[in-house]
Nanobody, 121 residues
Framework: QVQLVESGGGLVQAGGSLRLSCVASGRTFSTYVTGWFRRRPGKEREFVAAIAWSGGSTRYANSVKGRFTISRDNAKNTVYLQMNTLKPEDTAVYYC??????????????WGQGTQVTVSS
C-alpha cells in the first residue's frame, strides 16, 4: 500500500477551474492504477476518473467527461485532476485512490483523506 495526500481543493465560482494533486509515498506507486472519487453532500461516494500506471489509458464518469482530465507524473509520485467548467453539482470531497488492476477493473487498496471542492453558483 501507499500513503496518499490530496491538495488543491477550495472555493471556486461556477465555470471556473481547479487542479487537484495527490502525492503518494512508496516506491510501488508507479506500478499502480490511480483514480479520483468524490462524495457529494448526502450522496454515496462515486467514481470520477482513473488512469493506468503508464498513463496510457484513462476512464471517466459520464458526468465529468470532457470537463475533467486525469494525469500522472510517476517521477513525482503524483496524480492530478484538472477540473474545468466546474458546476455547483461538482461540489464534493474528492478522494485519491491507488491500487492494482486496470482502469476498467481497479482494486483500490489505498485512499487519501480527501480535499473539499466547493463550486458556487
Amino acid at each position: 500500500q501507499v500513503q496518499l495526500v490530496e491538495s488543491g481543493g477550495g472555493l471556486v465560482q461556477a465555470g471556473g477551474s481547479l487542479r487537484l494533486s495527490c502525492v503518494a509515498s512508496g516506491r510501488t506507486f508507479s506500478t499502480y492504477v490511480t483514480g479520483w472519487f468524490r462524495r457529494r453532500p448526502g450522496k454515496e461516494r462515486e467514481f470520477v476518473a482513473a488512469i493506468a500506471w503508464s498513463g496510457g489509458s484513462t476512464r471517466y464518469a459520464n458526468s465529468v467527461k470532457g470537463r475533467f482530465t486525469i494525469s500522472r507524473d510517476n517521477a513525482k509520485n503524483t496524480v492530478y485532476l484538472q477540473m474545468n467548467t466546474l458546476k455547483p453539482e461538482d461540489t464534493a470531497v474528492y478522494y485519491c485512490a491507488a491500487g492494482r488492476g486496470t482502469v476498467v477493473a481497479p482494486d483500490f487498496g489505498s485512499w487519501g483523506q480527501g480535499t473539499q471542492v466547493t463550486v458556487s453558483s
